[in-house]
């Protein structure tokens, strides 16, 4: 399974190992939606393919 890096809106980043497709899961800190941060290998450059918050995501610290 691959690992992706999930953001909540309350700013806690999260590891996790899922599987292909997990969009979203529950934030360990506050129990809300965390969204898939789409990493920069897996960008695709061609654009198109991406959402606006998993692009907005890719800002992080
Ligand atoms: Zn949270």
Redesign the pocket.
């Known amino acids: 399974m691959p690992m992706y890096e999930f953001k ?3 700013g ?1 980043v999260t590891e996790e190992l899922v599987r292909m497709g997990t969009e979203t899961i529950k ?1 360990p ?2 129990g ?1 939606k ?1 969204h898939k941060i789409l990493s920069n290998c897996t960008f695709s450059l061609k654009g198109g393919g991406w959402y606006a918050d998993g692009y907005a995501a890719k800002k992080k610290s």
């Open positions: 909540c809106e309350c806690e934030c800190k506050c809300r965390a």
